[in-house]
């Protein structure tokens, strides 16, 4: 009976995962399913409600078809349109451009800008991120099935019926790749034993059974007991009164989820010990995650304390890695540059600018590492020097959601990075410590919840930044805002940073790592660590070793800050204009006959009012804002981004 999916044709996405949970027997996960969508908040099975099911968390999204006097499949509950929406008649007999000239209503009877979907436009939306269940739509089980082949969805559907068992192995047998089909068992009614004894007569095991009861008889368990046993899932309506003997989600509200819920998962010991919150459900020992359960309404204020479970990192994607080859969370494999100086060999052994790219649906998100045991910079903050610092992707943009505090001295550090967070799925982005060394790293989050990195976006092209400790990131408040990750965000690019501080003075070694490295563009803050000799006799060996490797990249070339130390010492003002003069006049030079060269001038700029560093020459946050905010529109036009 072609009733099932291969999980070999599924893609690794959200909505793939899912799938996965269904079909694996030792989840201890509930999955949760909005009814028409987020309904509360939204029109009944509206785009928007679906939307907001999705950014919830919610792991099915039931949708109800029905027909157009055209044949376009769109999503209502009811055969009219009288309830849902400011028009009025049978959808059967309206098209549907004149559907599309009505509103949709709230559940108060209120019109919205709201409009009545296709099924292709809530396919499309739902596509890869959440699993569809289609109610109400077995009968257009032909035009459904065409339409999610030629999606790509199919994977990702259920459908439920409560027809004969033979009728739906005819049906589903007329192709060769279906949907997920529940069977519906209406144990108030002498048509649901019927079915149930078809399936056990014939050995048939579907996905799972819809089960619904008014009373909780002795017959209502040993049928659920025997659903259990045979391998299936249930799923439990918990909206209706009617389908739980009155344990819905109201009560829930009114009474206290642990009394209705308690009482609805724990009546037997093959249902749940309690009720948590979507994706934050244990199973009993017994059970061993036998049931999907359905929690309709908006559970967002259901929470959960839960104990985290802690994932190794070092299985999630790493961004801004200079080269691929680099060991665990180090910028280099130093051991390929003998003449690499100690120094150097230390700082590329930081995780400086590396960053974890990952996905999860967890409500809270911790860290335990351990880094090398040195005491914090004066002119750096710890969380800067040893800690993490997370951003979370939210209407497009990268926000900041906390930080991993470390301990002041020792290598083992722990702490809550971001509590109590709304339900759904983040985006993340958390950027490692900028001036130690780390060897470990495990993300915690709920125990129900996942995170993963497949499935997340491909960071954008990379551009590789290579300077002094300006670069590196000293002085900023945590990593996250050192200007090459900040400049980073603002332009959707990877940018690997290989500052190393107070000893980049344009030595070979540091070509040859250029060299050896694959980038779109090279920006370079190379003038703030030699003196003006050194610029003079080195820059052009330097740019030469690259060239042999990157004979037409761009090389981009910053002039150094105007230090706050000048402000008054004569012989520092001195020294710092020989150098900036120098750097000048070569790349005035050298730009001459290499049109792949720039050189910006002002380059590292943090403003002219004495305010943006933290001891007269590392920029503060607000120094690295400044830098970037000058860079950006230099950066968009000189790379066409």
């Known amino acids: 009976m072609a009733v099932s999916v291969s999980l070999s044709s599924v893609a690794e996405n959200r909505a793939a995962r899912i799938i996965k949970e269904i079909y694996n027997p030792k989840s201890d996960t509930v ?31 039931e949708l109800d078809i029905a027909m157009t006097k055209d044949s376009v499949l769109v999503v209502c509950h009811d055969r009219t349109i009288d309830r849902t929406t400011t028009g009025k008649g049978r959808i059967k007999d309206i098209t549907i451009d004149s559907i599309k000239n009505v509103y949709l209503k709230t559940g108060h009877n209120i019109a919205t800008k709201h409009r009545m979907p296709t099924l292709r436009e809530a396919l499309l939306l739902c596509k890869d991120r959440i699993v569809v269940n289609i109610d109400k739509g077995y009968q257009y089980y032909d035009k459904i099935i065409g339409l999610t082949e030629e999606l790509g969805v199919t994977d990702q559907m259920l459908i439920k019926g409560n027809q004969p068992l033979a009728t739906v192995k005819e049906k589903f047998g007329s192709y060769p790749h279906n949907m997920l089909y529940m069977p519906v068992l209406r144990f108030d009614k002498e048509r649901g034993v019927k079915l149930l004894n078809e399936y056990r007569s014939a050995g ?13 008889t002795p017959e209502v368990k040993d049928a659920m007991k025997g659903i ?24 829930a ?67 801004n890695r200079a080269q691929p080859d680099s060991p665990g969370f180090h ?20 995780s400086t600018g590396l960053a974890l790219r990952f996905n999860t649906d967890s409500r809270n998100i911790a860290a335990r590492w351990t880094t090398t045991d040195t005491l914090s910079r004066v002119n750096t903050q710890p969380i800067a020097q ?39 799925v983040k985006e993340c982005l958390l950027y490692l410590p900028v001036f130690s060394r780390l060897d470990t790293l495990s993300i915690g989050i709920d125990s129900a919840a996942y995170i993963t990195s ?7 092209p990379k551009v590789v930044a290579m300077g002094s400790s300006i670069t590196h990131g000293v002085g900023v408040s945590r ?28 030595e070979q070694f540091y070509a040859r790592i250029i060299a050896d490295t694959e980038a779109e563009a090279f920006v370079f803050d190379v003038f703030s660590n030699p003196d003006a000799k050194q610029i003079e006799s080195r820059l052009a060996d330097f740019v030469a070793t690259i060239r042999k490797a990157h004979p037409t990249t761009p090389l981009i070339f910053l002039q150094t800050e105007v230090r706050e130390t000048t402000n008054f010492d004569t012989k520092k003002r001195a020294f710092e204009q020989a150098k900036r003069d120098m750097a000048a006049r070569e790349m005035a030079r050298l730009m001459q006959t290499d049109k792949n060269l720039y050189f910006i001038d002002p380059g590292l700029e943090i403003g002219s009012d004495h305010e943006a560093t933290v001891d007269g020459v590392h920029p503060s946050d607000m120094g690295t804002v400044r830098i970037v905010d000058h860079l950006v529109p230099v950066l968009t036009d000189l790379l066409r981004l």
Request: proline share 5%.
């Open 31 to 61: 999955l949760v399913a909005a009814h028409r969508g987020d309904w509360r908040n939204y029109p009944e099975n509206s785009l928007a409600g679906m939307e907001s099911a999705i950014k919830m968390g919610v792991d099915i999204v």
């Open 204 to 216: 048939e095991v579907p996905i799972a059974f819809e089960v619904v009861w008014s009373e909780f």
């Open 228 to 251: 259990i046993d045979s391998g299936a899932k249930l799923w439990v309506n918990s909206l209706w009164p009617s389908f739980n003997a009155g344990l819905c989600d109201d009560e």
């Open 253 to 319: 509200f009114e009474q206290g989820a642990d009394k209705i819920y308690g009482e609805l998962t724990g009546r037997t010991p093959f249902l749940l010990d309690q009720f948590l919150i979507m994706n934050n459900m244990k199973s009993s020992t017994f059970l061993r995650s036998s049931i999907i359960m359905v929690f309709l309404s908006v559970v967002a204020s259901l929470s959960a304390k839960e104990p985290l479970k802690y994932v190794d990192a070092g299985n999630l994607q790493i961004v």
């Open 331 to 350: 910028r280099l494999d130093t051991g390929k540059y003998p003449t690499l100086s100690a120094r150097a060999g230390v700082y590329y052994d930081f």
């Open 386 to 424: 040893k800690g993490l610092d997370l951003y979370i992707r939210r209407d497009g943009r990268w926000v900041h959601a906390g930080v991993g505090a470390p301990k002041y001295q020792g290598k083992k550090h722990s702490s809550n990075i971001v509590m109590s967070m709304e339900p759904g």
């Open 454 to 460: 497949d499935g997340v976006e491909a960071p954008g």
């Open 479 to 506: 990593s996250g805002m050192a200007w090459p990750a900040l400049l980073g965000r603002r332009l959707g690019l990877d940018i690997p940073n290989l500052g190393t501080s107070g000893i980049s003075k344009l």
